[in-house]
């Protein structure tokens, strides 16, 4: 005798898969970059931080978030490919569930930015945008190896510490922290390139153009090594100029282990790529914080 069992579609969403949508490992690096900006504004914490606190939420649970959740709805037939386990593909979030989620996100994006006054609203209002930019039609700039990396590389790294030092200081930021700022956004497009590795056959076969896809991988994997050593030379030679020379000589420590382990991951771009993420991202980050502290002293 065989027993037949209806299998009942899901409804509503599964708790844990709308954790899994926003991705929490993401957060990480606009919520540091944030901290790099309150750190390089130069001004006293003391009383500021429930304003920091603030600014740290939106950058990463929240624009991130809603960036990932934006993401993953727009990629869903891509992921169907990649990650077919991803919670929209696999049905835990079902029908339009991830579209509500994104644009609920959106709309809690800009009421948390407006806490932060006309400097953190208008940035959160350019990250809603950038995040919907990068992933949906017609626009979807992650269809372009330059743009769409660029892109987030500038979100996840310059508008943030951007951002945390405009709201700390009520006013916009000196020109040493914006090139500071965007010398380490720019060196991010590496990163994302990296990042794309994992996704290399959903992206072929989708028309997505990561670099992975159009230069192959081991010429995409040499551009993202000399785009994230390129701008952290010249921050080093930009601190020595401003007479930071010990804070110049910590970076330079950092990008020479970052250049021991790109020859690692040469070796096997596509297979290395996660553990350089592991490795070399974490230290170019720390070159970014001790970028900040010696901007405490500059202009």
């Excluded at 992650?142 to 987030?152: A, E, I, N, T, Y």
Aim: net charge positive; aromatic share 10%.
């Amino acid at each position: 005798m065989t027993v037949t069992t209806d299998i009942i579609p899901r409804r509503l969403p599964e708790p844990r898969a709308m954790l899994r949508l926003i991705k929490p490992i993401t957060w990480f690096p606009p919520m540091w970059a944030y901290l790099c900006g309150v750190v390089s504004s130069g001004m006293a914490l003391t009383g500021e931080w429930p304003m920091i606190l603030l600014g740290v939420l939106l950058a990463g649970p929240i624009v991130c978030g809603m960036s990932q959740a934006a993401n993953d709805w727009c990629d869903r037939h891509v992921d169907a490919i990649n990650e077919p386990d991803r919670p929209i593909p696999s049905g835990r979030i079902p029908g339009r569930w991830g579209l509500w989620i994104a644009l609920a996100m959106s709309v809690l994006s800009l009421a948390v930015g407006w806490l932060l006054g006309p400097w953190g609203f208008g940035a959160t209002i350019i990250g809603v945008l950038a995040a919907w930019a990068y992933s949906a039609e017609p626009v979807r700039l992650k269809k372009s190896g330059w743009w769409g990396p660029g892109l987030v590389g500038l979100c996840y790294e310059g508008l943030p510490w951007f951002t945390g030092a405009a709201v700390l200081a009520a006013g916009a930021p000196s020109l040493q922290i914006v090139t500071i700022a965007l010398l380490y956004a720019l060196g991010a497009h590496g990163i994302m390139t990296l990042n794309d590795f994992k996704a290399l056959e959903g992206d072929t076969k989708m028309g997505v153009n990561s670099l992975p896809v159009t230069l192959g991988p081991r010429r995409a994997a040499i551009v993202a090594c000399w785009g994230m050593a390129v701008p952290q030379t010249v921050v080093i030679a930009l601190l020595f100029f401003w007479d930071k020379p010990y804070h110049a000589l910590a970076i330079t420590a950092m990008l020479a282990a970052q250049l021991a382990a790109m020859r690692v991951l040469l070796r096997d771009p596509k297979g290395r790529a996660p553990w350089y993420n592991g490795t070399g991202v974490t230290l170019y980050v720390s070159g970014m914080m001790v970028a900040a502290f010696a901007l405490r002293g500059i202009g």
